[in-house]
Antibody
Framework: EVQLVESGGGLVQPGGSLRLSCAAS????????MTWVRQAPGKGLEWVAN????????YYVDSVKGRFTISRDNAKNSLYLQMNSLRAEDTAVYYC????????????WGQGTLVTVSS | DIQMTQSPSTLSASVGDRVTITCRAS??????LAWYQQKPGKAPKLLIY???SLESGVPSRFTGSGSGTEFTLTISSLQPDDFATYYC????????FGQGTKVEIK
């Protein structure tokens, strides 16, 4: 059974940093694209970033380029999102998701971790 | 950037109704579209990928269709478990989601 468990969320001040983690199990992690999606309170879904199985390709939504970095450690079956220069508008539940093979549809999702950016 | 527009934003329906949600892309995305269902406080669940392919385990009352810029998700006979918010997602060029359609009880 595929399991994705996010951690690392919390309260951070504007301009601060936070690192999210996603522990994966139940599938061959290194062969799948992985994605971060966020959802601001009461709002819709926003695709944030993704990374190829071997880490060789990474893509970001424009609003986080230069501030967020997606990475993975295939030896640890873990996905990460390093978030710097955080803004109030980054407040959201952040979901880790496993892509559907080489496609960018999202077959499995974690339960999410809440990031609150506030002074 | 490709914009995705869903309609309606809210839909009131009764159990047994046939329900259709539309998603329009600002430019052609071929068939690179997925549909998700989300219930309050839960993660989204994949229903349809590649515009019309039904994800394993998803009831056959869910049908996806379309290509290019216009897509639809149809629920043939609405069940109590189907009251939720539905999102489309394009993945032809990077990825973007529609704003969501809430299906509520009439």
């Amino acid at each position: 059974e595929v399991q994705l468990v996010e951690s690392g969320g919390g309260l951070v001040q504007p301009g601060g940093s936070l690192r999210l983690s996603c522990a994966a199990s139940g599938f061959t992690f290194s062969t799948y694209w992985m994605t971060w999606v966020r959802q601001a309170p009461g709002k819709g879904l926003e695709w944030v970033a993704n990374v190829k199985g071997d880490g060789s390709e990474k893509y970001y939504v424009d609003s986080v380029k230069g501030r967020f970095t997606i990475s993975r450690d295939n030896a640890k079956n873990s996905l990460y999102l390093q978030m710097n220069s955080l803004r109030a508008e980054d407040t959201a539940v952040y979901y880790c998701a496993k892509n559907y093979g080489d496609y960018w549809s999202l077959q499995h999702w974690g339960q999410g971790t809440l990031v609150t950016v506030s002074s | 950037d490709i914009q995705m527009t869903q309609s309606p934003s809210t839909l009131s329906a009764s159990v047994g109704d046939r329900v259709t949600i539309t998603c329009r892309a600002s430019q052609s995305i071929s068939v690179w579209l997925a549909w998700y269902q989300q219930k309050p406080g839960k993660a989204p669940k994949l229903l349809i990928y590649k515009a019309s392919s039904l994800e394993s385990g998803v009831p056959s009352r869910f049908t996806g269709s379309g290509s290019g810029t216009e897509f639809t998700l149809t629920i043939s006979s609405l069940q109590p478990d189907d009251f939720a918010t539905y999102y489309c997602q394009q993945y032809n060029s990077y990825s973007t989601f529609g704003q969501g359609t809430k299906v509520e009880i009439k």
